[in-house]
């Protein structure tokens, strides 16, 4: 495992940093952390170390008093003198919630009060808060593997078996990978009393009922992805966007181009002759002449599967992300040369300006004429068989014994994507390769937890809607530690939590249509992007790349179970895998059956190329 000594930050973007707490006990802790030049220390009122790690100088706002300190780090354009005011008046750290709630951006919130420590990350989950007892005192981190590195700790075997189901279901895919590192769910803030050992954890955020009429929420969605967009492009200079021709890069590439920056918008054809995203970003681009198009050789981008043996960024847990990462990297090399200062992406619109047709469960019961006509559209238009629609809809099992079931069914085919779409969500399933010891394992968590289970909201589309947020952002956290790593950091703005907040609160009905394609976006943007670009109903999906990526990268798959660190633990069979690997063509996987099990595979190699993992 990684030494403190040599960790390089996991924490969204560049920066990285742990919290203390506030007692004398803390010193031996605080001699753990790392010691590069470029970390920085922020202390308690009382002089002892509070904040320890690295950013720079815009990503941190301070305020101290003499029995109070703040700090946001990250992005949020708050002003110093505002911050200083609140420190000034805060008496209880419950009273940050409505701070938290109102602030834009994406960042974590830190505070000290009269000994006693809050830390939070976002809602989304982009930035997310772990804590551990190191040397006998509760400290928190912003990245898993940094905890881990201060108390010596290897993954823990049951938490990776987990990892290889697909998909990973709430709340097993919030737990922590690392042995005595426990993760803070999205939403809630970490308490650290000022003894240094007693901790908790309060909520500070929950979704908006999803009551508004799309006219009066789509004005305030807009409003908030303005803002978001604004928060990273007001310092001016050069900042790039993607422009892929559909509605969620194109809606922020306009946005940034109302801005003091300067805007490189960059293109990355597919090869796939029936791509249209050429076609559509050049007609975004068309009304944009203040902006530098940049369209990529699409035979130069990497395809999927690219340099997986190379892997060595710095990763505090397994991500699906590593099939894509050559790809979402590639181009940002180039944009630096010319200049960009930081990429925006419109990852999170597919989550945001449309939602989870698992809405229509409680839709039927409440209003079953309108919900029946608008089930038969998505019918049609998903090609769902009316078996699957109609036992998935009378299926009102609550969600820990939904889970519990699902324990008891890993090994069975695939359900229709239906069962999925109008569940709880889409029954999670392990691959013939995986060992029946890593079975066994699985199962034992999955009873374990389902006994206690939640879901993220009572109504299943909501679950739903909260539930795939928090899986995009988990990968796109690790993505934005590679893109600063790469020399130009990532930032996506739909992600940010106040435009989260007003999606959702959006009536279902009006976001998720078969009638109308993002019916809320194209209205919240509607008279900042053209028309003629609002009206695109297409989405590319690049599966020839995923297929290409197979035939041409089955060497590096063959390699990488040669050696499988999940082998020598006996959670897969390395000789099915290298059979997988010698016939690329095999039905089934260019559905992404294999991407849980290679994510864990590179994150272990990337562990041993950092230092060791003790596998």
């Known amino acids: 495992m990684p030494s403190s000594h040599d960790y390089a ?22 001699r753990r952390l790392p010691r590069h030049p470029d970390v920085r220390t922020l202390d308690h009122p009382s002089g002892r170390p ?42 209880d750290l419950a009273g940050l919630d409505t701070l938290a709630r109102t602030l834009p951006g994406s960042f974590h919130l830190v505070a000290s009060l009269d000994g006693r420590v809050r830390i939070q ?42 990892r290889l189901l697909w998909p990973v279901p709430h709340p097993l895919s919030e737990a922590s990978v690392w ?20 901790m908790r954890t309060s909520r500070w955020w929950t979704p908006p009922e999803p009551v508004q009429p799309l006219a009066v929420g789509a004005p305030l ?16 200079g050069v900042v790039s966007c993607d422009l892929s021709g559909g509605l969620d890069s194109t809606s922020v590439c306009f946005l940034a181009d109302r801005s003091p920056a300067r805007v490189l918008a960059s293109t990355w054809p597919g090869r796939d002759p029936a791509d249209d995203d050429l076609e559509w970003a050049k007609r975004a681009a068309d009304h944009l002449p203040d902006v ?9 981008s990497p395809l999927v599967y690219t340099d997986l043996l190379d892997i060595d960024d710095p990763m505090d847990e397994p991500t699906i992300g590593v099939m894509d990462r050559a790809r979402v990297l590639h181009h940002l090399p180039g944009l630096g040369e010319r200049g960009s200062r930081l990429h925006l992406t419109g990852i999170g619109g597919d989550h945001i300006a449309w939602c989870s047709e698992a809405y229509y469960h409680r839709l039927l019961r409440r209003r079953p004429l309108f919900a029946l006509r608008q089930l038969r559209g998505f019918k049609v238009l998903f090609d769902w068989p009316l078996t699957g629609m109609a036992r998935t809809l009378a299926d009102s099992r609550p969600y820990g014994r939904w889970l519990a079931d699902a324990a008891g069914h890993l090994r069975a085919p695939f359900p229709p994507t239906v069962t999925g779409a109008l569940g709880w969500s889409a029954p999670p399933r392990l691959f013939d390769w995986v060992t029946p010891e890593a079975e066994g394992l699985v199962r034992e968590a999955m009873t374990e937890r389902a006994a206690t289970a939640r879901p993220l909201h009572p109504d299943r589309g909501l679950h739903a809607d909260l539930e795939a947020i928090r899986d995009c952002t988990r990968v796109v956290r690790l993505w934005d530690g590679m893109a600063a790593r790469a020399g130009v950091p990532m930032a996506s703005p739909f992600f940010d939590d106040r435009v ?58 063959l390699a990488l179970w040669d050696d499988s660190h999940l082998a020598r633990m006996g959670l897969v069979d390395r000789e099915a895998l290298r059979a997988l690997a010698r016939r690329p063509a095999t039905p089934g996987l260019q559905d992404a059956i294999l991407y849980s099990t290679i994510a864990c595979e590179v994150w272990l190699r990337s562990l041993t190329r950092r230092g060791g993992c003790g596998t």
């Not at 509070?50 to 708050?78: F, H, K, M, Q, Y």
């Not at 881990?148 to 049951?158: K, M, N, Q, V």
């Not at 005595?180 to 939403?187: C, N």
């Not at 969605?221 to 310092?235: F, G």
């Open 121 to 162: 990350g976002t809602a989304s989950g982009l930035r997310l808060v772990f804590h551990a007892n190191v040397a006998g005192v509760t400290v928190a981190a912003t990245a898993a593997d940094l905890l881990a590195s201060l108390i010596g700790t290897d993954p823990d075997p049951r938490e990776l078996a987990v």
């Open 50 to 91: 509070w904040i320890t790690g690295s950013w720079t100088d815009d990503e941190c706002v301070t305020a101290t008093t003499r029995r109070a300190a703040l700090a946001v780090v990250g992005c949020c354009p708050v002003d110093p003198d505002v911050l200083q005011r609140h420190a000034e008046r805060l008496d």
């Open 221 to 236: 969605v807009r409003q908030a992805l303005a803002e978001a967009v604004d928060a990273r492009t007001r310092q001016g």
């Open 292 to 300: 530098e198009h940049v369209v990529w050789d699409a035979d130069d």
């Open 500 to 557: 989260i907040e007003a999606s959702l609160a959006v009536r279902p009905r009006e976001r998720v249509t078969p009638w109308a394609y993002k019916p809320l976006l194209t209205t919240a943007m509607r008279g900042i992007v053209p028309d003629e670009c609002l009206r695109r109903a297409s989405k590319a999906h690049a599966s020839m790349d995923a297929s290409n990526g197979l035939r041409e990268h089955r060497g590096d798959l």
């Open 179 to 198: 042995q005595g590192v426990t993760t803070v769910p999205p939403g809630e803030a970490l308490h650290l009393a000022s003894d240094g050992r007693t």
């Open 9 to 30: 930050g996991t924490g969204c973007g560049g920066a990285y940093f742990a919290v203390l707490p506030d007692c004398g006990g803390a010193s031996a802790a605080a």
